[in-house]
């Protein structure tokens, strides 16, 4: 007992704060649209490695063990140790008892002076742990209070946090207006990381409430991120009027929507497939003076194909090219799925050809489109040929492709082959044995029953 044990020098309280203590600098905003949204959803803490030194909650125990620990040690007990013991006794005890033992380290170790790391793993307890309620966040922050250390935006960010990660959206939003009108508003990171997960579990007036009453009463205003997450949000839910309202806002907020607005916009009317819409939305992006970027011309051709406008496809494709944009894989394989979906397999294959004279290497994707696209149009011999191709690369299927072949096999009273193809796609991988089993037992009943009525050979 001459020396702390590795288990608690092992131990550090980095491996629970994700944020920088006050006093560091706040990172800058990122530059990417798309990673501003979770920039700040760092990734939890790694996994302990090694074994917890205490044996049991009971706090008797843990106050032993560490009066022990203090009695012997031929070291002082820094800090970082007593924050690891904080830590340690935190994974398998209550809320309660952990307050208890930081309060008797605190009395019975003159040396132990507190710094906001050490809040912050109480804290973050308090929050994730089941069942918590959050009387007991409360009692933290009022312990900081009382040691001086009053609650800031980190403070703020490490309980928001926490609390979403326990599924405590609607106390994270009570506590975020609280802490804003005592002691800190939310910094800009945090604000969107919360408004982020009150998109994704409470209604939309409720989000568009939290955002007024955070502008009006503590000045916080949402950003060019905040309005993507807005936006962003709409779209998944098919609202795409209110998307351009958004739209309209910010630019009365004084924020000029970019690239990833635009797209994301596009992107809620193609998978409406309501093609002129994407394409006004692309040319009011030229209009104020936003370039189109890959993404906004693939989610465009993917838009229109789907639509069934197809030589307005191929037009884009054009000027996505003389743009700068040489048409990869997504692109190709967009406009052969919308040829496919009108009966133009053929003109697809040949779209391949095009493809790969170009230089582009078509992906799993593209052969599928294709494969799906042949059988569909009744195309069996070419559709043959292509899966024999496939299978000789070694590509996988995918469930929709595989579906179409096999449906199609059968009906055309090649049964032998559609078992075949069955015993690929377990093989390969495609899918697993259950559900490829179950397509092709579907497809054989219902050519028995077309038979029984006369509708088949």
């Known amino acids: 007992m001459g020396k702390i044990p590795s288990s608690f020098r092992s131990l550090t309280s980095t491996q629970l704060i994700k944020k920088p203590t006050a006093s560091s600098p706040s990172p800058p905003p990122p530059q990417n649209p798309r990673n501003r949204i979770t920039s700040k959803d760092t990734p939890k803490p790694p996994p302990q490695t090694t074994r917890n030194p205490f044996k049991s909650p009971n706090l008797s125990s843990a106050k032993s063990l560490l009066n022990s620990i203090a009695a012997t040690s031929k070291t002082p007990l820094d800090l970082k140790f007593h924050n690891s013991v904080l830590q340690s006794y935190a994974s398998i005890a209550t809320v309660d008892d952990t307050v208890k033992l930081f309060h008797h380290i605190l009395k019975s170790h003159p040396d132990f002076s507190p710094e906001p790391t050490t809040f912050n793993i109480l804290l973050s307890h308090a929050c994730r742990s089941p069942d918590s309620p959050l009387s007991n966040v409360h009692r933290v922050l009022n312990l900081m209070v009382n040691n001086g250390l009053p609650p800031n935006n ?33 910094d800009i990171f945090t604000y969107n990381y919360l408004l982020k997960q009150l998109c994704r579990y409470e209604s939309l007036n409720s989000v568009y409430e939290f955002r007024d009453k955070m502008k009006k009463l503590f000045d916080v205003k949402p950003d060019l991120v905040s309005y993507t997450i807005l936006i962003d949000h709409v779209c998944n839910s098919k609202n795409l009027r209110e998307a351009m309202r958004l739209v309209s806002d910010l630019s009365v907020d004084g924020f000029k929507p970019d690239c990833f607005v635009y797209n994301t916009i596009m992107k809620g009317f193609c998978t409406l497939s309501k093609g002129s819409e994407a394409v006004g939305v692309f040319k009011k992006m030229k209009e104020n003076g936003v370039e189109p970027d890959r993404i906004s011309y693939n989610t465009l051709i993917f838009g229109l194909s789907k639509s069934g406008r197809i030589e307005e496809a191929k037009k884009y494709l054009e000027v996505m090219d003389e743009a700068g944009y040489e048409p990869d894989a997504v692109a190709y394989t967009a406009l052969m799925n919308g040829m496919c979906r009108k009966g133009a397999s053929l003109g697809a294959l040949s779209l391949l050809e095009e493809m790969e004279e170009r230089g582009c290497a078509p992906n799993d994707c593209t052969y599928n489109t294709l494969l799906y696209g042949l059988c569909k149009g009744r195309l069996m011999e070419k559709g043959i040929e292509f899966y024999e191709m496939m299978k000789s690369k070694g590509l996988k299927l995918e469930s929709y492709a595989y579906a179409t072949l096999v449906r199609a096999l059968v009906r055309s009273g090649k049964v032998a082959e559609a078992y075949e193809v069955f015993d690929y796609a377990v093989a390969s991988k495609s899918l697993s044995d259950a559900s490829a089993y179950a397509t092709l037992e579907t497809s054989l009943k219902w050519v028995k029953k077309a038979k029984g009525q006369g509708l088949a050979d």
Request: aromatic share 0%; hydrophobic share 35%; proline share 6%.
């Open 154 to 186: 980190v403070t703020t960010d490490i309980a928001v946090r926490s609390l979403c990660e326990s599924d405590r959206i609607s106390d994270a939003k009570d506590l975020v207006m609280e802490l804003s009108e005592k002691h800190s508003p939310p």
